[in-house]
């Protein structure tokens, strides 16, 4: 039996000198998929999260908690995308909202 002392392995636990590879940061997608038909943008759940500087965990998270959040749309199986109207009209709505004092008067 050959003595495995003469190949040096790595340590697992000591990483010094050995060379990693950056990690790439996900960033919002630059090419929004559009409907041929109706003009209609949609965006992914990364898009929304990089809209609203969020995680794309909150975002899930406000469908269940928010009922006001906009739903997003089950374009395939495994794809689900918001319509980019949808969210400049919460948007809006919100922007209204908070533009009111408490008694509901300007």
Request: aromatic share 8%; proline share 7%.
């Amino acid at each position: 039996m050959g003595n495995r002392k003469d190949k040096q392995q790595p340590d697992l636990f000591n990483m010094e000198g050995v060379e990693t590879f950056p990690q790439k940061k996900r960033v919002a997608s630059k090419t929004k998929a559009t409907c041929t038909k109706c003009h209609e943008v949609f965006v992914s759940v990364h898009d929304v999260a990089a809209r609203y500087n969020v995680l794309p965990s909150t975002i899930w998270r406000w469908l269940k908690k928010a009922p006001e959040f906009p739903a997003p749309v089950k374009l395939t199986p495994g794809t689900t995308r918001w319509r980019l109207s949808d969210l400049v009209s919460y948007e809006a709505k919100r922007a209204r909202s908070n533009g009111k004092c408490q008694t509901g008067r300007k």
